[in-house]
């Protein structure tokens, strides 16, 4: 969608400049009400003169009852209007997993342990091609399992993966925030592809002795996106019950998911896919807002599975020899963009700035009743956001994402980063991404950071948080050991 | 003054009739109502007889005479009937070499036609759902089964989906709570719950006891649910849900390892039953009943009961007996889980419910097996199609899973009903005079055999012989 904001008028003015201006008229338009109302009252004080404004005051006939009752009324309306108020969602704060370096796959390794385990010539060199150009590092993890030739994707080891990711996680987490596990309320855990019985919340509870009247729910096939499904869950979960909070767990268990065929399309997640997972902690309490990091504000949900293309996009299936895969079809780019001009549409009124807004409007009537042939106007998300996490699926998708939303290198440099040093960590990438940002001293108090996630189904799902204290750097975390290196140039191709 | 006085009046008022009206608005529009379900019937080249049920344990070469009597002991014990049903790979002999079109196909079977048929039965269309809930414990594929349905019915875009998956039997009270939450936030929402168990991909292959009863038990089938927390649709509503209690007794290992999916010493993978099942089962059922009592009770039943405990503890402590609550005083029918004929007798006893509160449960078990989470919505049909449902009364649902959890909610009855659903062809037949398993006449000589005289190959030609019913 490249396109130049407005039609061209750049011959008659300095467009970029009547922008700024109109921008901030709009958004402070309320200003530029009151203040005219301010100093015209306050002039017309001085010209009475404090005699005239005195026998104003006692002309009222004020007693008691009267002042007793209009504030009275005041106090009665505004405890009426804090009240139904939705209740604030604060996320105390999150730990991801540290994954050690005996885990390390180099290129080298990787490509070795292809060569030693497919048969076919031209599978090799199309993996070879595909680390090429995927954005990742030297220092991305692949589960133990997975560094046996052939991998060993048994039961017992794929539950020694989701131990050993979450596990770490909660304990960091607990460290991090004092948490006792008898107090958790509300927990949720998502992982896409491995769910055994019993639950991976089962495991949580029986782990971490969690109480007997906690809510659990384990979510699973749901994608890259299903971060933030769990925690648009969470948050319905904690304004039903006052006085809770809420665990999260976003992880994706790579053991039993490697693919041992030769289709082209479903080798990419092969390539792709690393070891990760992230705990976040939830309330709803009021005395925790003064120690939480974030405000949850928004969280929006797009499903495009209604049409046939999108929901085909990522498919699990059987290749022709029996191999189970996940195809990655080559729409994949064109139905992320769909899926977000969708979820844009329904959070656009929600965050954007009203001279934002305005444009968009105008654009569109202009369209629909001057002149059709007007580019649409693409909203600058720039002014709602000041960070931006978009999940590491793919250098491809970040490429597009950033085109699509006219975004900066800088803005994007946390999802880079974090696909260069844990590859595509799944759901888990965007709490990696954040604490990037973090990580590196840019999250300031007041800060607003949109997290998009996109995934099987074809899902695209946003969260906008708001940063409640600056984050001073150095910050427990992944990132804790290698954020001097970082950034990294990342070359189109590394040669192999 | 006058002038003032009014005002502060009006606007002292307008608040309080916001609270008001809120409050009101809170209370109606956060009950959650059932208002229709289906149960799934599978086609009938789909059906499990007797004799089909030994020629597929016969197929397995890994059973020795002991592991072959133990099967043949459950299936006789289990209190399952002729007419069950299911999965086709397993039908057509590829048990152990499932693949993932089966497992798909075996949820396709389903989701193409009880989610279309509660859409036509209730007249809504699938664009009016907000949330979409699929549980279903041993089978996840991507995109996931909520997903699968909502290209299938094309639902809208910003459809709320949930996939519950390993969350075992119980998770259909899961799926009803995570609703019910929704349902709370006031907003006026329609919520679709799709419960069912993929049979396909889990059969178990091996020798190991503890692991192959799920093999014996599991049946097919599946159940969609309408509920809504509009009062519009009150009316039309079978259902009003009372209350819902969750306990999960996880943190206790033994109850946590009770039932386990994992490899076997030949490296198959299987749900392994832990012997100490029945003592945890009875544990996460206590706990439960702590928290349901007193919100399903009259409040002459508690006071009774304190009495009795307070007398028998402190007044007259030589008695032992136990001090038994009478459920059937706030509840008039239950739904148990057909987990087996021992299960179900179990809660019975510990309920102390009589035959004709247990016989949903057991025909529905005689009629489909244990369809795993679905089989509390064929009770309850069961019940229906007896027409012994009327409006006010109290229908208990309890339900065990993995984990553990037992999970247990009350409905009541707002209007008399008569839906025959999937028992309309045979509600005729139940109960039956005799519920004698037709399997102790068939394998009866198992008991004469020793591991010399067993003879595999003998049984196997003896088998083709016997003619089919």
Same mark, same amino acid.
């Given at each position: 969608m490249p396109s130049p904001p407005l039609p061209d008028f750049s011959s008659s003015v300095k467009l970029k400049y009547v922008k700024l201006g109109f921008r901030y008229i709009v958004n402070n338009f309320l200003t530029f009400l009151f203040v005219p109302v301010i100093i015209s009252t306050i002039l017309q004080f001085l010209r009475n003169g404090p005699d005239e404004i005195l026998s104003l005051y006692n002309s009222l006939e004020l007693d008691l009852i009267h002042i007793l009752c209009s504030s009275f009324v005041l106090i009665f309306a505004m405890t009426v209007y804090f009240m139904s108020r939705p209740r604030r969602v604060y996320l105390i704060d999150y730990a991801c997993f540290k994954p050690s370096p005996a885990c390390r796959v180099p290129f080298a390794s990787f490509m070795e342990h292809t060569r030693m385990i497919c048969t076919d010539q031209k599978s090799v060199q199309f993996q070879t091609r595909i680390l090429e150009r995927s954005g990742l590092g030297e220092e991305t993890c692949l589960p133990p399992a997975n560094h046996y030739i052939p991998p060993k994707p048994t039961m017992e080891a794929s539950r020694?993966?989701?131990?050993?990711?979450?596990?770490?996680?909660?304990?960091?987490?607990?460290?991090?925030?004092?948490?006792?596990?008898?107090?958790?309320?509300?927990?949720?855990?998502?992982?896409?592809?491995?769910?055994?019985?019993?639950?991976?919340?089962?495991?949580?509870?029986?782990?971490?002795?969690?109480?007997?009247?906690?809510?659990?729910?384990?979510?699973?096939?749901?994608?890259?996106?299903?971060?933030?499904?769990?925690?648009?869950?969470?948050?319905?979960?904690?304004?039903?019950?006052?006085?809770?909070?809420?665990?999260?767990?976003?992880?994706?268990?790579?053991?039993?998911?490697?693919?041992?065929?030769?289709?082209?399309?479903?080798?990419?997640?092969?390539?792709?896919?690393?070891?990760?997972?992230?705990?976040?902690?939830?309330?709803?309490?009021?005395?925790?807002?003064?120690?939480?990091?974030?405000?949850?504000?928004?969280?929006?949900?797009?499903?495009?599975?209604?049409?046939?293309?999108?929901?085909?996009?990522?498919?699990?299936?059987?290749?022709?020899?029996?191999?189970?895969?996940?195809?990655?079809?080559?729409?994949?780019?064109?139905?992320?963009?769909?899926?977000?001009?969708?979820?844009?549409?329904?959070?656009?009124?929600?965050?954007?700035?009203?001279?934002?807004?305005?444009?968009?409007?105008?654009?569109?009537?202009?369209?629909?009743?001057?002149?059709?042939?007007?580019?649409?106007?693409?909203?600058?998300?720039?002014?709602?956001?000041?960070?931006?996490?978009?999940?590491?699926?793919?250098?491809?998708?970040?490429?597009?994402?950033?085109?699509?939303?006219?975004?900066?290198?800088?803005?994007?440099?946390?999802?880079?980063?974090?696909?260069?040093?844990?590859?595509?960590?799944?759901?888990?990438?965007?709490?990696?991404?954040?604490?990037?940002?973090?990580?590196?001293?840019?999250?300031?108090?007041?800060?607003?950071?949109?997290?998009?996630?996109?995934?099987?189904?074809?899902?695209?799902?946003?969260?906008?948080?708001?940063?409640?204290?600056?984050?001073?750097?150095?910050?427990?975390?992944?990132?804790?050991?290698?954020?001097?290196?970082?950034?990294?140039?990342?070359?189109?191709?590394?040669?192999? | 003054m006058e002038l003032l006085a009014i005002l502060t009046t009006l606007l002292l008022l307008y608040p309080l009739y916001i609270i008001i009206y809120k409050s009101f608005k809170h209370k109606y529009s956060t009950n959650c109502y059932l208002v229709d379900y289906v149960c799934f019937k599978p086609s009938a080249d789909r059906k499990i007889t007797t004799q089909m049920a030994g020629e597929i344990m016969e197929r397995n070469e890994t059973l020795g005479l002991s592991e072959y009597k133990f099967l043949l002991k459950v299936i006789v014990s289990s209190g399952i009937g002729e007419e069950t049903y299911g999965p086709r790979n397993i039908i057509d002999g590829r048990e152990e070499s499932a693949t993932l079109n089966d497992a798909i196909g075996e949820m396709?079977?389903?989701?193409?036609?009880?989610?279309?048929?509660?859409?036509?039965?209730?007249?809504?269309?699938?664009?009016?759902?907000?949330?979409?809930?699929?549980?279903?414990?041993?089978?996840?594929?991507?995109?996931?089964?909520?997903?699968?349905?909502?290209?299938?019915?094309?639902?809208?875009?910003?459809?709320?989906?949930?996939?519950?998956?390993?969350?075992?039997?119980? +998770?259909?009270?899961?799926?009803? =709570?995570?609703?019910?939450?929704?349902?709370? *936030?006031? @907003?006026?929402?329609?919520?679709? /719950? $799709?419960?069912?168990?993929?049979?396909?991909?889990?059969?178990?292959?091996?020798?190991?006891?503890?692991?192959?009863?799920?093999?014996?038990?599991?049946?097919?089938?599946?159940?969609?649910?309408?509920?809504?927390?509009?009062?519009?649709?009150?009316?039309?509503?079978?259902?009003?849900?009372?209350?819902?209690?969750?306990?999960?007794?996880?943190?206790?290992?033994?109850?946590?390892?009770? +039932?386990?999916?994992?490899?076997? =010493?030949?490296?198959?993978?299987?749900?392994? *039953?832990? @012997?100490?099942?029945?003592?945890? /089962? $009875?544990?996460?059922?206590?706990?439960?009943?702590?928290?349901?009592?007193?919100?399903?009770?009259?409040?002459?039943e508690l006071v009774a009961y304190m009495y009795y405990t307070i007398k028998r503890k402190v007044i007259k402590p030589a008695r032992k007996a136990n001090v038994a609550i009478n459920f059937r005083s706030g509840v008039d029918h239950f739904c148990l889980h057909t987990g087996g004929t021992a299960v179900i007798d179990a809660i019975g006893t510990a309920l102390g419910l009589n035959q004709y509160d247990v016989e949903p449960a057991r025909m529905t078990l005689h009629r489909w097996g244990n369809t795993s989470a679905s089989s509390i919505w064929y009770v309850l049909a069961y019940m229906e199609a007896k027409k012994r449902l009327r409006k006010g009364d109290g229908v208990l649902m309890l339900s065990f899973g993995s984990g553990l959890k037992c999970n247990s909610c009350m409905w009541i009855v707002n209007r008399d009903l008569e839906d025959l659903d999937v028992w309309e062809d045979c509600i005729k037949h139940y109960p039956p005079q005799t519920l004698i398993n037709p399997y102790i006449k068939k394998f009866g000589w198992i008991n004469e055999n020793t591991e010399e005289t067993f003879d595999r190959e003998e049984r196997r030609k003896s088998i083709r012989k016997v003619p089919v019913n």
């Open positions: 020694a993966e989701a131990e050993l990711v979450i596990f770490s996680a909660i304990d960091d987490l607990v460290k991090k925030t004092g948490l006792k596990p008898k107090d958790i309320d509300i927990l949720v855990v998502n992982c896409s592809l491995f769910s055994p019985t019993p639950s991976l919340s089962a495991m949580i509870v029986n782990k971490y002795k969690l109480r007997s009247n906690l809510k659990s729910f384990n979510l699973s096939g749901m994608g890259c996106s299903a971060g933030l499904l769990s925690i648009d869950l969470a948050r319905d979960l904690l304004q039903v019950y006052p006085g809770s909070n809420a665990l999260v767990i976003s992880t994706e268990i790579i053991t039993p998911n490697f693919y041992k065929g030769n289709r082209r399309d479903m080798l990419l997640p092969n390539c792709l896919f690393r070891m990760g997972a992230a705990a976040i902690l939830l309330s709803n309490k009021r005395r925790d807002a003064s120690r939480s990091k974030y405000r949850l504000l928004h969280v929006v949900r797009t499903h495009k599975g209604a049409d046939d293309r999108a929901y085909r996009c990522v498919y699990q299936e059987e290749d022709s020899d029996g191999h189970c895969g996940i195809s990655l079809s080559k729409d994949l780019m064109a139905i992320a963009g769909d899926a977000l001009k969708s979820n844009i549409t329904t959070i656009g009124p929600l965050v954007l700035p009203m001279s934002e807004q305005l444009l968009f409007f105008f654009t569109l009537v202009g369209r629909k009743l001057i002149n059709p042939k007007w580019r649409p106007y693409i909203p600058d998300f720039k002014q709602a956001f000041e960070h931006f996490c978009i999940h590491a699926g793919g250098r491809a998708v970040i490429d597009e994402l950033q085109k699509n939303l006219q975004l900066s290198a800088e803005h994007v440099e946390a999802s880079r980063m974090t696909l260069h040093r844990f590859g595509n960590t799944s759901s888990s990438s965007l709490w990696y991404e954040l604490n990037y940002i973090e990580s590196k001293g840019r999250m300031r108090r007041g800060d607003r950071v949109w997290q998009i996630g996109f995934g099987s189904g074809f899902k695209c799902n946003s969260a906008v948080w708001k940063c409640l204290r600056t984050v001073k750097a150095p910050v427990d975390g992944p990132w804790e050991e290698c954020i001097e290196r970082y950034p990294v140039e990342i070359p189109e191709i590394v040669k192999l | 396709d079977e389903f989701i193409n036609t009880s989610v279309g048929e509660l859409f036509a039965k209730t007249g809504i269309s699938p664009c009016d759902v907000d949330v979409l809930v699929v549980n279903v414990s041993t089978f996840s594929p991507a995109p996931s089964i909520a997903s699968r349905i909502i290209h299938r019915y094309g639902m809208r875009d910003d459809v709320k989906s949930f996939n519950l998956s390993a969350m075992g039997c119980s +998770a259909t009270l899961i799926a009803i =709570d995570l609703v019910n939450n929704i349902f709370k *936030l006031g @907003k006026k929402t329609l919520a679709v /719950v $799709v419960t069912s168990e993929s049979i396909s991909p889990n059969w178990y292959s091996g020798n190991n006891k503890s692991m192959m009863l799920g093999n014996c038990l599991f049946r097919s089938g599946g159940s969609v649910m309408l509920l809504t927390n509009d009062p519009a649709m009150r009316a039309r509503a079978k259902m009003r849900l009372k209350c819902l209690i969750r306990t999960h007794i996880g943190s206790y290992d033994d109850a946590y390892n009770c +039932a386990v999916q994992k490899e076997d =010493d030949a490296g198959r993978v299987g749900v392994h *039953l832990s @012997k100490e099942l029945p003592k945890a /089962v $009875v544990r996460a059922f206590k706990e439960n009943l702590k928290r349901l009592a007193p919100k399903i009770l009259p409040v002459r």
